[in-house]
């Protein structure tokens, strides 16, 4: 029954997180709020919805190893299986796309997180830090997108960007997007309580720690709609975004998530994390340099690669 309730929270995390994207994207645009604005706060922040609420319940619930757990393994998964199960089925063209400066400020965080690790607790005042540190890359990253959207005609930019963004429907009626938002407000929370007390008798069933319940079982259950969007795109040959997207995501968790959470309760860093799962972190980040710095495509090589990889971490840590 516990892994029944387990599943159940994690399927109705998901969707609450895709109403509210879908409400929230369609609100703002509504209201007028540019679609550049939109596609750096609201749909990033909706996407990771699920990981920052099921970070923040486990924080109140006194469970902190299940928020630290989730992030450190959902940044590991990002890299080593939503990149390489799609790789299996197509080669990604990711040498098509300029992703260095996300990367270096995505390195940056993962080295920020860590040293604050080593501080043995993320309190409020690590927390500003990582909170201080996503508004000035949102800042960065705005400052690029107006640049880049300076180089071509308004209107046509305008439009590309409304096509790009997630859950965007111009003739959405507002019943529809009012019942998103509430869907996601009221599933959000209620999927999150759901997932972190069934995984934490879970832990306690089985002698495992929270911490490596987060680290596997919510890690990959938060994981999934990326793998799944990532392998459908493989399918259509359209998946030579991934790796922008996964950086994207990743930066997002370090500095967002337990930035939130640690505001929320001081949120202990559990000693096996300081001496190898962070590190597997930032071994798995590095493993991305030839995609991005030397334009190597990612093959069905490479892709067998990071699907072993994950799978050694995973025996390790459960075993």
């Known amino acids: 029954m516990v892994w029944f309730m387990a599943a159940l929270g994690l399927v109705i995390l998901l969707f609450a997180g895709d109403a509210l994207v879908k409400g929230a994207v369609n609100l703002a645009l509504r209201v007028g709020i540019p679609a550049l604005i939109v596609s750096l706060t609201i749909v990033a922040f909706g996407t990771s919805a699920p990981e920052m609420l099921i970070s923040v319940q486990a924080a109140m619930a006194g469970v902190p190893g299940i928020a630290m757990g989730n992030v450190v393994g959902s940044n590991t998964a990002n890299i080593l299986l939503v990149l390489g199960v799609p790789a299996l089925i197509a080669v990604m063209h990711t040498s098509e796309h300029n992703t260095r400066r996300s990367y270096v400020v995505m390195i940056a965080a993962s080295?920020?997180?860590?040293?604050l690790a080593f501080r043995g607790v993320f309190d409020w005042s690590a927390a500003l830090v990582l909170l201080g540190a996503l508004l000035l890359t949102l800042g960065d990253?705005?400052?690029q997108a107006r640049a880049h959207r300076a180089k071509a005609a308004a209107d046509a930019a305008e439009i590309d960007e409304l096509e790009d963004l997630e859950g965007v429907d111009p003739e959405m009626p507002w019943w529809k997007i009012i019942l998103f938002l509430v869907l996601g407000l009221i599933g959000l929370?209620?999927?999150a309580e759901i997932l972190v007390d069934s995984s934490t008798v879970i832990a306690r069933t089985f002698?495992?720690?929270e911490t490596v319940i987060g680290l596997t079982l919510v890690a990959v259950?938060?994981?999934?709609p990326e793998l799944a969007t990532t392998v459908m795109a493989a399918i259509r040959r359209q998946a030579d975004v991934a790796l922008g997207n996964v950086i994207g995501s990743n930066l997002f968790n370090l500095l967002a998530i337990i930035g939130v959470a640690g505001l929320v309760a001081p949120i202990p860093v559990d000693p096996s994390l300081l001496?190898?799962?962070l590190w597997v972190m930032l071994g798995a980040s590095i493993l991305l340099i030839p995609f991005?710095?030397?334009r190597q495509n990612i093959g069905r090589v490479w892709g067998v690669v990071l699907i072993l990889l994950y799978v050694a971490y995973l025996l390790t840590v459960l075993l």
């Open 111 to 115: 080295i920020l997180f860590i040293a």
């Open 207 to 209: 002698g495992i720690s």
């Open 275 to 277: 001496t190898f799962d």
């Open 141 to 143: 990253m705005f400052r």
């Open 189 to 191: 929370p209620l999927g």
């Open 292 to 294: 991005v710095f030397l």
């Open 221 to 224: 259950g938060t994981s999934m």
